[in-house]
């Protein structure tokens, strides 16, 4: 009892002058007393015996100085948002209906392996990724000799692809349609996650996949469609489905991938839905190929993440795709045709290599794929994520070269293989890498798309923003 009181009493006596000599006051008797203390004694004391008190008031004063680091950081991106804005505006020609874009910059840059290319940077106008919310600035699909391109707020425009020959300037020329009267839901349109993901035209159709809303507070990926045409756009709705997620401002998928005459592919994703994955009767985490006439869909495969990019390759019959993992679990996905009508398992949430540091994922349980019935990635990136968006095939880029694919990454921060090309190669039958290349960027690459008739990959970079052009020097 008597050794409890005596603990009671020294611990309450080392707070109480741990405060007298560390803690701020404003009382005059502590006051009065802190100066009879020399400096030297108070020193001591506070770095060897009252230093949790020493550490309590740095933590305090680092809280308060990250409180207005945070307030001043978010003033700075309301202004360069609005700036970008007017800047927009200024670059916009009311009488022709498009924009003048300046080219920004020209650079040299080298590969892992030291090949050169060339970059080249015309101003996009769209704002960038970094104060927008999180919003892609925009997608891109070429078309005979136009590229055609749609922003996060869905403006649409096209360019010749001739221009890209040596030009300082190019002409992006708007499109006008009826998207806001169609999807009437101003956080489409204003600062926030949700917005467009994807463009592709066919069958001489332009269709557009975004987050709609279903119901209050509740998302799903869908898709509208237009017949093309260069003056105005009057879309409809095309493809969607009842169910809807309350997490769907990420984990979207949205890919469009032509296929054939018939139908083309679409990714959903999990919507941060984990339960409906590997249920059959909900859409979230899979892949499905939709009919243009009757808009049937069929179920081609599931356990899917968040598949933002993919490529059907007609000369192997094979179907390459990226996965967004969790930390460390990024994959590169292939389904031969062969398999569209086995139902493939890609496993997630029950299996991934990656990390997951940010949920509490009761499903998951496995590292290993085709041990627990699972189709195994071609490959899994395994040390940090790079968030892959798109991949395309670029037969004919590189002289005499076929079979090079391209890899667009992105990354909410630079790190080893983020905001970079990956230029990779597949084995014969598409099981594995086969040649592995990073082309560093410098900037996150949100679409990419292979212009065969100019030998370029054309790229959306969303950081600056920029339309940017990579040719091999």
């Known amino acids: 009892m008597k050794k409890t009181r ?113 970059l080249t940077k015309y101003f996009f106008p769209a704002i ?105 756009l009057n879309f409809e709705d095309f493809f969607s489905f009842a169910e809807c997620s309350n997490k769907m401002s990420n984990h979207t998928g949205g890919k469009m991938i032509p296929y054939n005459d018939e139908s083309f592919l679409f990714t959903i994703g999990d919507a941060q839905a984990f339960s409906s994955v590997q249920d059959d009767k909900s859409l979230f985490g899979k892949l499905i190929k939709i009919n243009y006439l009757n808009k049937n869909y069929k179920l081609i495969a599931k356990g899917m993440r968040d598949s933002q990019g993919g490529y059907y390759y007609e000369d192997k019959k094979v179907l390459v795709m990226t996965e967004h993992g969790p930390q460390g679990g990024d994959e590169i996905n292939v389904l031969k045709e062969s398999e569209f009508n086995d139902y493939v398992n890609y496993g997630w949430p029950i299996a991934s290599y990656g990390k997951v540091i940010y949920n509490d994922i009761k499903e998951l349980k496995y590292q290993n794929h085709s041990k627990h019935g699972f189709k195994e990635p071609a490959y899994w990136y395994k040390k940090n994520s790079i968030a892959p968006s798109n991949i395309i095939n670029a037969d004919g880029f590189i002289e005499n070269s076929i ?25 014969d039958d598409f099981s594995d890498i086969v040649f592995f290349n990073v082309i560093p960027i410098q900037e996150r690459i949100r679409d990419l798309f292979y212009i065969k008739k100019i030998n370029k990959i054309v790229m959306i970079l969303e950081n600056s923003p920029s339309i940017a052009v990579l040719e091999v020097l």
């Open 6 to 118: 005596l603990t009671l009493i020294i611990f309450v006596t080392l707070v109480i002058l741990g405060f007298l000599f560390i803690g701020k006051t404003d009382n005059r008797l502590i006051l009065g007393i802190k100066e009879l203390v020399p400096q030297s004694v108070k020193n001591i004391l506070r770095d060897n015996i009252f230093f949790v008190f020493k550490q309590k008031n740095q933590i305090e004063n680092l809280s308060k100085l990250n409180s207005r680091l945070e307030e001043e950081n978010n003033l700075l991106k309301m202004s360069a948002y609005k700036l970008q804005k007017i800047q927009n505006n200024l670059l916009y020609d009311s009488i022709n209906n498009s924009y003048n874009l300046p080219l920004t910059e020209v650079l040299q840059i080298k590969s892992n392996d030291n090949s050169k290319y060339k």
């Open 128 to 232: 960038s990724w970094q104060y927008n919310d999180r919003k892609p600035s925009g997608y891109l699909f070429n078309h005979e000799e136009y590229l055609f391109t749609v922003s996060g707020e869905g403006e649409i425009g096209y360019l010749d692809v001739n221009e890209f020959k040596n030009n300082s300037q190019i002409t992006l020329y708007k499109i006008d349609s009826n998207l806001k009267e169609l999807v009437n839901d101003h956080i489409i349109y204003s600062k926030s996650r949700y917005g467009f993901r994807g463009i592709m035209i066919s069958k001489n159709k332009i269709f557009l996949s975004y987050q709609k809303k279903i119901k209050e507070n509740c998302y799903n990926i869908s898709i509208i469609s237009a017949e093309l045409n260069f003056k105005n």
């Open 403 to 427: 079979g090079d694919f391209f890899l667009s990454a992105m990354g909410n921060t630079p790190a080893p293989g983020r905001r970079s090309l990956h230029h990779i190669k597949f084995n």
